[in-house]
């Protein structure tokens, strides 16, 4: 069964851990993730942006592969399924579709449409039992087609924006989605300092799981942010062990590619970048 995020990141804040969101976008993956979570006995956010949700047919099918796949497969630890830098149009189509847990990128409004629309939703997510995540100050780099820049959110921003009842907070503090660019500075921590004691217990996201130095993954996690977001590191190991299979040519003769044995090198290198980040993050054990 699905469940809201706000129970485990709950317990990841007061336990200085981290939960892993790890995003989907099709049926291999999912399976790859689950099970992982499933071995390690780890709490699992399956994220999923609104290009994967269309590219898998909609909503509504990933919320039923989902769920499904949990009973099939026997998952026992908590699993929450959040649509990830959701429009206000995306949030409301995954609560009607079944999602667990959503989150409202309302970064790109002025402050006080961003308000008026979280606001809205923390309503209906209070109503049906579903965690929000709200976002303040940009995540860097490119998402869906969209390029931003990974200006660090404003801490009295992000204490109004806790306080609208949001079960976490996604602030911007020099993170960038894919690879970090060699010149990149690094996380400002003095801003996630500011940031956590402006907003006390509120568990904090940190986007751009990818490519951050371990020894920065753990500061910011004794900082207070408990969910990391990790996608293109995940993409990039599918990338490797397929290309590596296609190289190899095995089933170029004969009947041509078994998509079952073309993908199961990729699905067995998410698995292994799942575990490295669960083992780094400190959530295995913890479901
Ligand atoms: P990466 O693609 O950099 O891992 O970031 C993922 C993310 O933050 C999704 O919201």
Not at 140 to 147: L, M, N, R, S
Not at 251 to 262: A, I, N
Request: hydrophobic share 40%; proline share 3%.
């Amino acid at each position: 069964m699905l469940v809201s995020a706000k129970e485990m990141l709950t317990k990841a804040k007061a336990g200085k851990y981290a939960v892993g969101q790890f995003n989907i976008n099709n049926l291999e993956w999912t399976k790859s993730i689950l099970l992982t979570a499933e071995e390690l006995k780890s709490p699992v956010i399956l994220g999923v942006s609104e290009g994967a949700g269309k590219y898998m047919t909609g909503y509504k099918t990933v919320s039923a592969m989902v769920s499904a796949m949990i009973e099939e497969l026997g998952i026992t630890v908590p699993v929450a399924l959040h649509l990830d830098h959701g429009s206000y149009e995306g949030a409301k189509a995954c609560i009607e579709a079944g999602f667990s847990s959503i989150m409202f990128d309302g970064s790109h409004y002025p402050i006080e449409e961003n308000i008026a629309k979280t606001k809205e939703l923390v309503a209906i997510c209070e109503e049906k039992g579903l965690s929000i995540e709200a976002e303040v100050g940009s995540i860097g780099g490119e998402e869906d087609g969209v390029v931003g820049k990974g200006e660090c959110a404003d801490p009295d921003e992000c204490k109004m924006v806790a306080d609208l009842g949001v079960t976490m907070l996604a602030a911007g503090i020099g993170n960038i989605h894919g690879k970090y660019p060699e010149n990149w500075e690094g996380l400002s921590f003095d801003t996630l300092d500011a940031i956590q004691a402006k907003t006390g217990d509120m568990p904090l996201v940190l986007h751009g799981g990818t490519g951050i130095p371990e020894d920065m993954i753990k500061k910011a996690i004794s900082l207070g942010v408990a969910k990391i977001n990790v996608n293109t590191e995940c993409q990039l190991a599918f990338q490797e062990a397929t290309r590596k299979y296609i190289e190899a040519g095995k089933d170029l003769e004969g009947k041509g590619f078994d998509p079952r044995k073309l993908l199961a090198p990729g699905a067995e290198a998410i698995k292994a970048t799942v575990k490295e980040k669960m083992e780094l993050f400190g959530s295995v054990g913890k479901a």
